[in-house]
Nanobody, 124 residues
């Protein structure tokens, strides 16, 4: 029903910045909360950030708070993740996801639609 496509991943040096984009399908995009998760090799997929359908409310994992910013442009059906002051431990596959309802959910099991993921690698 909803398709999500991530872009913007790549290789950056520690301290650098990167912006990820998630293009979504759907006629009622603004009714869906959006979120970013990430998964490093051998680790569980973890919550990074989420945003309400309106874009007014956001939430962040403690590990990225103050460095990452999630935003959205409903006119473009796009959710963004601006990543600054990147660290090697940020290296992971980043996934865009969405759900109908509250943005405050941090469990992967409660999100319904997922993109294919985009690789982010931060070198030291």
């Amino acid at each position: 029903q909803v398709q999500l496509v991530e872009s913007g991943g790549g290789l950056v040096q520690a301290g650098g910045s990167l912006r990820l984009s998630c293009l979504a399908s759907g006629r009622t995009f603004s009714t869906y909360a959006g979120a970013w998760f990430r998964q490093a090799p051998g680790k569980e997929r973890e919550f990074v950030a989420s945003i309400s359908g309106s874009g007014i409310s956001t939430g962040y994992a403690d590990s990225v708070k103050g460095r990452f910013t999630i935003s959205r442009d409903n006119a473009k059906n796009t959710v963004y993740l601006q990543m600054n002051s990147l660290k090697p431990e940020d290296t992971a596959v980043y996934y865009c996801t969405a759900r109908s309802g509250g943005y405050y959910v941090t469990s992967r099991w409660q999100y319904d639609y997922w993109g294919q993921g985009t690789q982010v690698t931060v070198s030291s």
